[in-house]
C-alpha cells in the first residue's frame, strides 16, 4: 500500500548517502556560527529568566536549524523537476500523488532531524543539558512534518529559481526570528 512512498523515501535517502558529508557540514556551520556569535559573543555571561543564556539559544537555534534543512528539500525538488525531469517519472508511477508527497515529507524530516543531532551534540560540549522528552519529540517530529510538507508546495508552485528565492525571503526568512 505503501510502496510508492517507501521507494521515493528510500531514492531520497540513497541520495543523502551519497552527500551525507557535505550535508552535515552544512548543517553543522550556521549553528556553530550562531552559538559562537551569540552564545559566546554577545551572550557571554548573561542570563534569561535565571537561566545561563545558552540554555535559552540552543532550543531556538534547534528549531531554526531543524526548520531550514526540513524545508530545504524545495530546493532539492526543484533541481529534481527542472532538469532530471523525476516528477513526471513518480506522477506515471502506479502510486498515488500523496505518497509522492509522503515519501519526500519523511525525507525531509530525516534532514531535519541532522542539525537536531549536532546541536544535541554542540549542547555536550557546551555543558548544556537539553530534556527531550516525549512531548518535545513529538512537537520537533510535527515541526519537522510541517516544513517539509512547506517545502513541497513551495516547490510545486514556483515556476523558476528566482521564484524560490522569493517564496525563502517571505517564508522562511521571517519564521528563523519567530522561533
Given at each position: 500500500?505503501?510502496?510508492?512512498?517507501?521507494?521515493?523515501?528510500?531514492?531520497?535517502?540513497?541520495?543523502?548517502?551519497?552527500?551525507?558529508?557535505?550535508?552535515?557540514?552544512a548543517?553543522?556551520v550556521?549553528?556553530?556560527?550562531f552559538?559562537?556569535?551569540?552564545?559566546?559573543?554577545v551572550?557571554?555571561?548573561?542570563s534569561?529568566?535565571?537561566?545561563?543564556?545558552l540554555?535559552?539559544?540552543?532550543?531556538?537555534?534547534l528549531?531554526?536549524?531543524?526548520?531550514?534543512?526540513?524545508?530545504?528539500i524545495?530546493?532539492?525538488?526543484?533541481?529534481?523537476?527542472?532538469?532530471?525531469?523525476?516528477f513526471?517519472?513518480?506522477?506515471?508511477a502506479?502510486?498515488?500523488?500523496?505518497?509522492?508527497v509522503?515519501g519526500?515529507?519523511?525525507?525531509g524530516?530525516?534532514?531535519?532531524?541532522?542539525?537536531?543531532?549536532?546541536i544535541?551534540?554542540?549542547?555536550?560540549?557546551c555543558?548544556v543539558?537539553?530534556?527531550?522528552?516525549?512531548?518535545?519529540?513529538?512537537?520537533?517530529?510535527?515541526?519537522?512534518?510541517?516544513?517539509?510538507?512547506l517545502?513541497?508546495l513551495?516547490?510545486?508552485?514556483?515556476?523558476?529559481?528566482?521564484?524560490q528565492?522569493?517564496?525563502?525571503?517571505?517564508?522562511?526568512?521571517?519564521m528563523?526570528?519567530l522561533?
Amino acid at each position: 500500500m505503501l510502496f510508492g512512498a517507501r521507494g521515493i523515501f528510500l531514492r531520497e535517502i540513497l541520495i543523502l548517502r551519497r552527500k551525507l558529508i557535505k550535508t552535515l557540514l552544512a548543517s553543522a556551520v550556521s549553528p556553530a556560527l550562531f552559538l559562537l556569535a551569540f552564545g559566546f559573543g554577545v551572550g557571554r555571561g548573561a542570563s534569561v529568566g535565571g537561566h545561563d543564556y545558552l540554555s535559552f539559544l540552543l532550543p531556538g537555534l534547534l528549531t531554526m536549524a531543524s526548520m531550514n534543512q526540513s524545508y530545504g528539500i524545495a530546493t532539492e525538488i526543484n533541481i529534481s523537476r527542472f532538469y532530471f525531469k523525476v516528477f513526471e517519472e513518480y506522477l506515471i508511477a502506479p502510486f498515488g500523488r500523496w505518497q509522492i508527497v509522503l515519501g519526500e515529507m519523511g525525507y525531509g524530516m530525516v534532514r531535519g532531524l541532522i542539525p537536531v543531532v549536532i546541536i544535541a551534540f554542540y549542547s555536550l560540549l557546551c555543558g548544556v543539558s537539553l530534556h527531550f522528552s516525549p512531548a518535545f519529540v513529538l512537537a520537533l517530529l510535527l515541526h519537522l512534518a510541517i516544513f517539509s510538507l512547506l517545502g513541497i508546495l513551495a516547490a510545486m508552485i514556483v515556476r523558476s529559481h528566482a521564484d524560490q528565492a522569493t517564496v525563502n525571503a517571505f517564508l522562511i526568512t521571517p519564521m528563523m526570528f519567530l522561533w
